[in-house]
């Protein structure tokens, strides 16, 4: 770990490699395969945050994470039976994190399945194409849409309302939603396949149904203690975070992901929203924001000021994004420093990335907002990610490949810790 004295003359691109932060001890737990989730960070993440924090500071009693996901920290702060307070704007996300912290008996589960299964079997599937929601016709052929739909009421009758077990089935059938459709696979942009077979909807749910249930007994000790999981905005001022001794996360990139489209398709059969378009809202790192750039963008710090200055030569649209992103990541420092406990620490996993040659040094401007919020000393080191050695390339629908033409993806990011 590097300290930061001066922000101003440190480069980020000088930062060496620390191997602790490369890889983990243990073999990742199927746990946190559930459901497929963009931009998860490894589980061993958060173990060592937790190893680091726990040798330079008192004891963790307590860990956050603002940008929760799919519950990454949540579930390794259950096995480490420690309190966690967590927040996603994602109400996707957060079921996800819900559904692996809880912890479920084997034969309930089991049980639970065979008589969905039976029920599907046994009832009559009614035709509900013609009146579904447009949006859901564009991505479901009409066989696929009535099984889901079916599937869905199946799960509602057969489990008891506001039970674990219901959000276990929920998150299980959310996960085999994009199959099941005409969503190009693995794709982070939405689009269609036109030559993709739908995966079958009962085989599939099933499968993962399977899976689930295999990954839940591999869980051999989850803690008692709290794990408080929260839908909205870290920024609104209605979310109120405790105080922490430990905050481990991963901000969103910018102008990356589409969370809110992305997970359109659960969102929209779990009646979480009627139109997705409204859950992009508040979130950080989109491109649709709505503020006036004008009057705001004096609020930058130095390194977002000379980024984005750079940028309003090249693409002004672009720029007006990167800046939102920035003031809220500066935002997200001052808060992450009020609630954490004296001694407290914040970590952060956050990367680079590149627009027509400007290099958007979101570590750097990270470090800065934390040493402007408070933090008396801020540190960083850098960390390979394995994957994407692999396949470093995105390719024009948006998915990972090896082809040098695709955008270069970074396989190094920074972990970057701000002590209280
Ligand atoms: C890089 S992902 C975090 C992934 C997480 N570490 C995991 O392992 O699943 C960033 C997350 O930030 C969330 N997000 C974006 N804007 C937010 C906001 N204003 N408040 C809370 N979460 C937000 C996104 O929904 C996304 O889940």
Not at 100 to 122: A, G, H, N, P, V
Not at 284 to 306: A, C, P, Q, V
Not at 384 to 410: A, C, H, M, Q
Request: one cysteine or more; proline letters at 3%; a positive charge.
């Amino acid at each position: 770990m590097i300290a930061i004295k001066n922000i101003d003359k440190f480069s980020f691109a000088a930062v060496p490699i620390d191997t602790f932060w490369n890889t983990g001890r243990e073999k990742e737990l199927k746990m946190h395969r559930i459901h497929a989730y963009p931009a998860k960070f490894p589980a061993f993440i958060t173990t060592k945050a937790l190893e680091y924090a726990n040798k330079r500071n008192k004891k963790v009693r307590s860990v956050a994470d603002v940008f929760c996901g799919c519950g990454t920290t949540a579930f390794e702060a259950k096995r480490n039976n420690i309190e966690f307070w967590g927040c996603d704007i994602n109400p996707v996300a957060t079921l996800i994190a819900k559904a692996k912290s809880r912890r479920y008996q084997k034969t309930r589960l089991e049980k639970y399945l065979k008589i969905i299964l039976s029920d599907f079997k046994t009832r009559k599937i009614k035709d509900r194409y013609q009146t579904a929601n447009e949006r859901l016709k564009y991505w479901y052929r009409n066989d696929q849409y009535n099984q889901l739909a079916h599937l869905k009421d199946c799960i509602l009758r057969k489990t008891p309302k506001n039970s674990d077990y219901r959000l276990f089935f929920l998150c299980a059938f959310s996960n085999i939603l994009k199959g099941c459709s005409v969503w190009l696979t693995k794709s982070i942009k939405p689009q269609v396949d036109p030559i993709k077979v739908p995966a079958d909807v009962k085989h599939s749910f099933e499968k993962q149904c399977h899976f689930m249930i295999v990954a839940n007994d591999e869980v051999k000790v989850l803690g008692e203690a709290l794990s408080e999981i929260v839908t909205g905005s870290f920024l609104d001022a209605s979310t109120l975070a405790p105080k922490v001794d430990l905050i481990v996360t991963s901000p969103p990139y910018v102008t990356s992901y589409e969370y809110a489209d992305l997970h359109q398709l659960s969102s929209m059969w779990l009646g979480m929203a009627d139109d997705y378009k409204t859950l992009r809202e508040g979130s950080i790192g989109s491109i649709y924001h709505d503020y006036n750039f004008k009057r705001e963008w004096k609020r930058l710090n130095k390194t977002g000021n000379r980024i984005v200055s750079r940028l309003l030569d090249q693409h002004k649209s672009k720029a007006h994004s990167v800046a939102k992103y920035f003031l809220d990541m500066q935002r997200v420092a001052k808060k992450s420093y009020s609630m954490l406990n004296k001694n407290g620490m914040a970590l952060f996993v956050i990367g680079n990335t590149e627009y027509k040659s400007v290099r958007i040094d979101n570590a750097k401007h990270l470090a800065e907002s934390l040493l402007d919020a408070g933090f008396s000393q801020v540190l960083t080191t850098k960390r390979k990610i394995s994957k994407k050695i692999l396949t470093p390339y995105r390719d024009t629908r948006g998915k990972f490949s090896t082809d040098e033409k695709g955008r270069l993806v970074y396989c190094e990011e920074f972990i970057v810790i701000g002590k209280h």
